[in-house]
């Protein structure tokens, strides 16, 4: 079957033609919603990449490309530095396998009313780099005009305002990675202390000069939350959350002189064609009919015999589905299939002959650590990776951070926990040594 011809730049991001066009940015929210309401009556959305554009993915002065991933934004040093509330939020949104997936534009484009970054963004006065149809000349619209009305089009980035210290709490109804009910971020500027909060609205609020919700704004009242609730949580955490009083540092000249790309020509963008084979375990699976871009890779392995990979929750949170991709763990079913195209994928299946796959399991054996064992494919696939990457300087907080996307229905996960860290050990306690 002939791939679809490229679309132009000018249907991209939601906007409706014949057919429903999106941009992918890690794909991990488009996939868990791409199939209910409207997106699912209309069918399976064309995907477009931004591909090949150095400003989709670089962090340099004040401009964060859309192309980021949050894992990467909580781990740069100069964000840490000069907007340490964005480094915080980012590092405190979904959980390790999802960040390295999610990225800026796809947060900033989906204005979810929940999201972690919002507010941080707004307090630090981000504007949205945007990209309309049907027009090449980008505009810079500020990131809570944006959210509220923007118009639909192709997000390539954030510019910030200049670096200043800050603060970020997040509240949400149990720990660990749960969608927040209420985010407060503080920035202490050159005009003095502003504070706004998120996850209260539909989007973000600065708060009065006494850390209120100003009192003619609706705040969101759900099944978590009712508006007072949350307007007390945002008094609360805005009274106790406080600003590191230090000077920011200023940009280095040099960095601040180059630092948001004049962004003068419109980006690229590449339909992703339908996929006849992947690469699963070293071999090569041909799929015996192309299979849309837009599908779920969990669903295309399965339906292929791929049945290692299982199928939990199919939204991103329990971890069941969790593969390698380049050898990063990721939730198979929240990963468009075209995504996946051209890379290596490994499943449990072949992982655990690897030397950190015959400690784990060696671990988990000894402790009879798993009871029904549907969760293993999907641990087996993250804790390979972990303890290939960090095995000396594994601790008991790194470990239950990454573990946080595997849930154990039978085991509470910690005695999965316990087994990984055992099997970081440099002297390894092998079966036969064991008493
Ligand atoms: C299990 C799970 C847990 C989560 N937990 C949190 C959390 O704790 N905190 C939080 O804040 N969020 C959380 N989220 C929400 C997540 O941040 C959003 O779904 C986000 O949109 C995902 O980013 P992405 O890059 O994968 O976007 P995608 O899924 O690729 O895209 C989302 C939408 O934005 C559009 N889009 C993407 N990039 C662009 C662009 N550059 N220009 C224009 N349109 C674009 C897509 O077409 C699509 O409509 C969670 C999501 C899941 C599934
Ligand atoms: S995370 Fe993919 S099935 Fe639950
Ligand atoms: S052992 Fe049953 S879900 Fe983990």
Redesign the pocket.
Known sequence: MTPPAPAPPSV???TSTEVEV???????????RAFEGDAARAGEPTLVA?DGDPRWTAISGRWIG??VTLARLAADPRIAEGWPAIAVAAA????PN?RR???V??????R?P????AAPLCAHGAMVRLHRPFDDTPIDLPLGEYLADGPA????GVVLAEPAPSAYRRVAVRQG????IATVCAVQGPTGLRRWAGAVATVPIELTEHGEVPADVVLLSDHRASADYRRTVVRNLAATLLVPWATAPPLPDEVAAGAVPPDLTPPVLRVLPPVHHLEVDGRVLDLPEPVPAAQALSDVLRRFGVLSVKVGCE???CGACTVQLDGEPVPSC?LPVGTAAGRRIRTASTLVDTAEGRRLVEELDARCSLQCGFCAPGLVATATALLRSDRDALDLATCTDALAGQLCRCTGSWPLVEAVLAAASPDPDTKENRP
């Open positions: 991209a991001a939601g999106r941009v992918v940015g890690g794909g991990v929210g488009l996939l868990s931004v859309a192309g405190a949104t979904a959980n999802l997936r999610i990225t534009g796809g947060v900033v484009a989906a979810l929940t999201s972690d970054l089009g192709v997000v390539t990675p749960a969608p927040a939204e991103g949170v929240v």
